[in-house]
């Protein structure tokens, strides 16, 4: 019996030191061993349903998807794509480019999901992206706003013409 309780006390120390079961977006830095990326997660990000909206009812992304148009090569390049947008015409910056951004830049664009609603967004994913980002922690969103800085840079903004 003695060690089966050393063995799960050793267990849940273990799991405790090595963040399992953490939810959410936490608030690793992006840097070390182990780091994992903001950006990436969406990817995989589900979005829950918009209140008061009938099922079924998608984005521009997924009509485009089902009608077999055009689209970004992934859905990180999708988000680049509305960030972009957010910055090029939204917000209307000066000296910004589809490889050179500042992330200042990023974290104006970022606040436009935040402070407005859904709707009022164009985009291919307006209400993924707006609850993906009011997810996150400020410390997360100013762990994506210098990593979507780092992905424009290498890979530009792939959006369809």
């Known amino acids: 019996m003695r060690l089966v309780k050393v063995l799960l006390l050793t267990?849940?120390?273990?799991?405790?030191?090595?963040?399992?079961?953490?939810?959410?977006?936490?608030?690793d830095s992006g840097t070390g061993a182990g780091a994992r990326s903001i950006l990436a997660t969406?990817?995989?990000?589900?979005?829950?349903?918009?209140?008061?909206e009938m099922p079924g009812v998608g984005e521009t992304y997924d009509a485009r998807k089902s009608g077999n148009?055009?689209?970004?090569p992934t859905?990180?390049?999708t988000f680049i794509a509305d960030i972009w947008?957010?910055?090029?015409?939204?917000?209307?910056?000066?000296?910004?480019?589809?490889n050179h951004?500042?992330?200042?830049?990023?974290?104006?664009?970022?606040n436009v999901y935040v402070e407005r609603g859904w709707k009022d967004i164009a985009g291919y994913r307006p209400w993924t992206?707006?609850?993906?980002?009011?997810s996150l922690s400020?410390?997360?969103?100013?762990?994506?706003?210098?990593?979507?800085?780092?992905?424009?840079e290498t890979n530009g903004v792939k959006d369809v013409e």
């Open 75 to 77: 859905l990180t390049d």
């Open 129 to 134: 992206h707006s609850s993906f980002i009011k």
């Open 69 to 72: 148009l055009p689209l970004p």
């Open 138 to 152: 400020p410390q997360d969103r100013e762990t994506l706003a210098k990593e979507v800085v780092k992905y424009i």
């Open 11 to 27: 267990l849940i120390v273990g799991c405790f030191l090595s963040g399992c079961g953490k939810s959410g977006s936490g608030n």
């Open 101 to 110: 951004v500042s992330e200042d830049n990023v974290k104006q664009a970022l």
């Open 42 to 52: 969406i990817e995989t990000y589900k979005a829950p349903a918009p209140e008061g």
């Open 85 to 98: 947008q957010r910055m090029s015409m939204d917000l209307k910056l000066q000296g910004i480019t589809k």
